[in-house]
């Protein structure tokens, strides 16, 4: 039996590893071993040891071990999946100008998905690419049988935020702190941008609004990508923080209860929204299983679905988040669970759904059973596989048996 290994590392929460161990059912299903291997110590000799076995890729988020080395007999500082020639997925959730280095991969052993198109689409624009690159096929998260669910103890449960946060405000005080005028005057000026319409499709690509800004100026900053990488991720953070705010201030007169940390620079006292600091994968599972909807916004992104949406469809929750291309196309009844950043679309929508359980139980079954017909877990993983044979075809050291003469593959010169 081959095998799919899941590499987990530390992340806030365990989310990242909450998610990886979601996905063992559907490669069990199909037949494979799935192994996850922690690498909190000695990653280059457990790597090692489970690379013995027969195993069909590895997979990790965030290129978690992807840059790992060890000696072989031919040189030293060699990298481990080279030299194991194993093939190494890589899944990313998050924009490439956080942590740009984890989105570069040294040789076509490895593979790059995105969750998200318009990440996907910015990585292009970077240099630096010599391996595989696309994105990966959303599916439900922790998906559970339905009838284990109560959903009559669901109509009774609380609507749910979970989401950290941080002061947009300190992150200003900060680029004042730090920045020269000019550089300083460019980013508040973009960041004024971004504030006025947060419902505009542009900002779900912060790169054309830089890159546009220094263009109306006659500079051309296109090839300077550590100044795009900056100011990209500068406002990414910033719009984030805008949007949970905002979220936050619109439904303080609702009984809805906030799971998150870094919500200190609000003020909640005497307020119906409940703040509740935590950051656990594992204790969410059970918040979002019990609760009677959840609320997300997306990371700046119209393309595909947020995590916090693919957990409450594997768990048939409702799930109420910003209006985006994606629902709109794939999810017939998407404006029944869709909000604009304005307060009057989002407390309206919450108000709706508040006075309307049972109706609101059965939007969040119909639109996740929709959801599971149409991205079935299968399709994901069967893409990883797909990806993974890939690899092992381009990195064959010859041709094939059996093939003509005249095809002279593989080519000396790549």
Not at 165 to 174: M, T
């Amino acid at each position: 039996m081959s095998t799919v290994v899941f590499l987990s590392g530390t992340s806030m929460g365990d989310a990242l590893g909450g998610i990886g161990r979601s996905y063992k059912a559907v490669f069990t299903e199909l037949g494979y071993n799935f192994v996850e291997l922690s690498l909190t110590s000695n990653p280059a000799e457990k790597l090692i040891t489970i690379a013995k076995t027969d195993v069909e890729f590895v997979f990790a988020f965030m290129a978690i071990a992807a840059h790992v080395t060890a000696d072989s007999e031919a040189k030293k500082n060699c990298s481990i999946w080279e030299m194991l020639g194993t093939p190494y997925i890589s899944l990313y959730g998050d924009t490439p100008a956080y942590f740009f280095d984890r989105h570069v991969m040294k040789s076509p052993n490895f593979v790059s998905l995105y969750g998200f198109p318009e990440h996907c689409a910015l990585r292009q624009r970077l240099p630096l690419i010599k391996n595989m690159i696309g994105t990966y096929l959303p599916t439900a998260v922790d998906t559970v049988a339905k009838e284990t669910l109560d959903f009559k103890q669901k109509a009774d449960g609380d609507l749910i935020f979970l989401k950290n946060s941080n002061d947009p405000n300190r992150l200003i005080k900060f680029w004042q702190t730090s920045l020269p005028p000019r550089p300083l005057a460019a980013l508040m000026e973009i960041a004024a941008q971004l504030r006025s319409d947060f419902n505009n499709k542009a900002n779900n690509q912060i790169d054309d609004l830089v890159i546009r800004y220094f263009n109306d100026k006659k500079i051309d900053v296109s090839n300077l990508f550590k100044l795009r990488l900056f100011f990209i991720a500068q406002l990414d953070d910033y719009l984030r923080h805008l949007k949970s705010d905002f979220i936050a201030d619109a439904l303080m007169d609702f009984p809805v209860q906030i799971h998150g940390n870094n919500w200190d620079h609000k003020d909640f006292s005497g307020k119906r929204l409940k703040i509740i600091p935590s950051c656990n994968y594992e204790k969410s599972r059970e918040l979002i299983r019990n609760s009677f909807g959840t609320i997300d916004m997306s990371p700046n992104t119209s393309q595909a679905p947020h995590d916090r949406v693919l957990r409450a469809y594997g768990m048939y929750t409702l799930c109420l988040t910003n209006e985006q291309d994606f629902f709109a196309r794939e999810i017939p009844r998407h404006k029944e669970f869709s909000y604009r950043f304005d307060k009057e679309s989002l407390q309206s929508k919450v108000a709706d759904v508040l006075a309307n359980r049972k109706r609101s139980i059965d939007l969040g079954l119909e639109v996740a059973d929709t959801f599971h017909k149409k991205f079935k877990p299968e399709a994901f993983a069967h893409q990883l596989l797909e990806a993974a044979a890939a690899v092992r075809l381009n990195q064959l050291a010859g041709s094939p048996e059996g093939m003509p003469p005249y095809f002279l593959w593989p080519p000396d010169s790549l």
